[in-house]
């Protein structure tokens, strides 16, 4: 591949505790490399980035791109399009496919569409019960072996504590992040949004924070009696974040992900029954909105993740009890945070940047989220005061279920590279 050499970027890598705002990479070969030579240099294909935030790719620990089972909805092809042009370059996909995700033969599955039809780095998780179904655990110690990077039954949380106590102990034993939706399901049965005066207003049955609470304090005392590493997906309560701060004080391995649309959003968006702000866990108040802002600005909450849930047009427009949950997030995701929490909550760009790349790298485990000498030349490049209209019909998902659709956002990735190579530019795929 040719040397490139990148110029006039605002260059930012927390990993390397970079931030320059007259900067310049240099790629070779799908790497990172140190400044060439002069000689080189005249021969390098020059890319001026005319200003533009040039950060590493980002990274994404939560979505859900639907292959195999549910083609409809999503592919690998098309989920990994809409993270491109999102600026994520690595994404962790979640294993509530058809089959389930709980032996081998479907990773290595995964693992081969993702080779043929992704553009970006697609790394797959594991179950962490047999069938998603919370009575046995799946062959953790297989899966591991066949690549996933984390095990979970994510929208299945396991209910029995013994189990998984037990799954805890397989996964410190293979050194696998466990992760888990917090939701104790006998407190949300038929449950549809946030439990409180709202939900009783519209007449539609309430999922409350103690839910969430109470598996998130669990998940707590289990990581401290077996010293796993328990991420909490989703966090979407207040009371939550005061419990993994308590937590995170004493030292235990516990981390947790808060959402662009549980920082931007608020159960009001449920008011008029638009399934679009139908999600899992619920939109909560503007009190926990504003916790959760505060464990981001804190530490508390290690990362931002999607949760990125394509479903079809006629799944969602149905009634509300009935709609699916879940919503888009890649294509907007970006432009959100960069509002919420620049802008409005004046977090410095370094530290948003650090939550999309270095830190969801370290925690589990990718070789990504820097810009360092020698590491995978995953890079995004954008402009964090561009104004653009989001049209979820003409995104790269093959869903559109957004509720940012039709609205005016600012912040706006400009091109994606992966692996050294130019993926994605102006709202157009140079290359698979």
């Not at 042009?85 to 979640?94: N, R």
């Amino acid at each position: 591949m040719p040397l490139i050499h990148l110029t006039n970027a605002r260059v930012i890598d927390p990993a390397s505790k970079r931030d320059e705002a007259a900067g310049e990479l240099f790629i070779r070969d799908g790497v990172f490399i140190a400044r060439p030579s002069a000689l080189a240099l005249k021969k390098a294909k020059v890319v001026n980035a005319g200003g533009l935030v040039a950060a590493p790719g980002l990274v994404d620990v939560h979505v859900h791109f639907r292959e195999p089972g549910q083609t409809h909805k999503e592919t690998i092809e098309t989920g990994s399009r809409a993270a491109a042009a999102g600026g994520f370059t690595s994404v962790i996909c979640m294993p509530n496919t058809a089959p389930v995700a709980d032996n081998t033969g479907t990773i290595q599955l995964i693992k081969d569409s993702a080779a043929r039809s992704s553009c970006i780095h697609v790394y797959p998780t594991g179950c962490i019960t047999v069938g998603m179904k919370g009575q046995a655990l799946a062959p953790i110690g297989s899966l591991k072996r066949a690549g996933v990077v984390a095990i979970t039954d994510d929208g299945d949380c396991v209910q029995s504590n013994e189990l998984m106590r037990r799954a805890c102990e397989y996964a410190q034993m293979f050194d696998l992040p466990l992760m888990d939706h917090c939701q104790d399901h006998s407190m949300t049965v038929g449950a549809v949004m946030n439990e409180g005066a709202l939900s009783l207003k519209l007449g539609l049955k309430g999922w409350p924070n103690a839910a969430e609470d109470l598996i998130v304090a669990r998940n707590c005392i289990l990581s401290e009696y077996t010293g796993a590493h328990i991420h909490m997906q989703h966090v979407s309560s207040g009371n939550s974040v005061e419990i993994l701060r308590r937590a995170k004080a004493r030292g235990l391995r516990v981390t947790g992900e808060a959402t662009p649309h549980h920082i931007a959003l608020t159960e009001q968006g449920v008011a008029t029954y638009d399934t679009h702000f139908k999600m899992n866990p619920p939109l909560r108040t503007e009190a926990d909105r504003l916790a959760i802002i505060a464990g981001i600005k804190d530490g508390t909450l290690d990362i931002l993740a999607t949760d990125h849930a394509p479903h079809t047009p006629d799944e969602k427009d149905r009634e509300f009890d009935l709609a699916p949950n879940g919503i888009l997030g890649l294509e907007t995701a970006l432009a959100v945070s960069l509002d919420i929490l620049v802008r409005k909550n004046k977090l410095k760009l370094a530290t948003l940047v650090d939550l999309w790349t270095r830190k969801p790298a370290s925690l589990f485990k990718l070789p990504a989220g820097t810009l360092a000498e020698g590491a995978p030349a995953d890079l995004v490049l954008f402009d964090p005061d561009a104004e653009w209209t989001y049209d979820a019909k003409a995104g790269f998902s093959k869903s559109r279920n957004s509720p940012w659709h039709g609205q005016k956002l600012r912040g706006r990735v400009r091109s994606t590279y992966v692996s050294g190579k130019l993926i994605y530019h102006a709202g157009t795929f140079v290359a698979r």
